[in-house]
């Protein structure tokens, strides 16, 4: 099996969740609170502050992320510094009562970064994992997206999104 049919089987369920989430997001004539988060992810990523985040910025982003999450300097993150490293949702999982199911959640968004399956995310996994995430968050192929696009087109945050959510 290769690298990309083995990122896309573990989170199969975070395609029912992305389309239950569009159609919440969708229907919103409010921001909802799913986006009203990742839109403060987004303008974290937004290096530019015009709004939208262009390819760059979030392969800059990636990289940022990954060497926080490398605590021990080994350019491989291990089941123990992904844990421990968030972007903002466990809080918001812990006071939804969802934190078990979040844990879930991270384990299996960890499984899919690990695209070999070794028990370690090379920041090669890392880099190609997060350009497949925001080429499918990027639906009208305009190279950026807004908060909106990854809630809805980025596994990883649909994912976390719909457990905190749901």
């Known amino acids: 099996m290769n690298t990309t049919s083995a990122k ?4 199969g369920y975070a395609a029912a969740s992305a389309v239950a989430l569009a159609a919440t997001l969708g229907s919103a004539t409010e921001v909802p609170e799913p986006v009203q988060t990742l839109e403060n992810i987004a303008a974290s990523i937004d290096a530019t502050n015009d709004g939208v985040v262009a390819a760059a910025e979030h392969r800059d982003f990636t990289e940022v992320a990954f060497l926080s999450m490398d605590s021990d ?4 993150i291990d089941g123990d510094e992904f844990f421990a ?3 903002g949702f466990a809080h918001l999982a812990d006071e939804r009562g969802k934190a078990s199911a979040y844990a879930q959640a991270k384990l299996d968004v960890f499984a899919v970064w690990d695209g070999d399956g070794n028990g370690v995310i090379s920041s090669a996994e890392a880099r ?3 350009l497949w995430e925001f080429t499918n968050a990027d639906a009208d192929g305009d190279g950026q997206v807004n908060a909106r696009d990854l809630a809805i087109g980025s596994p990883t945050f649909a994912t976390l999104l719909s457990v905190v959510w749901a």
Do not use: F, G, N, V
Request: no cysteine; proline share 7%; hydrophobic share 35%.
């Open 8 to 11: 896309r089987l573990p989170l």
């Open 73 to 76: 300097e080994s350019y491989t």
């Open 85 to 87: 490293w968030d972007m």
């Open 128 to 130: 190609e994992q997060a």
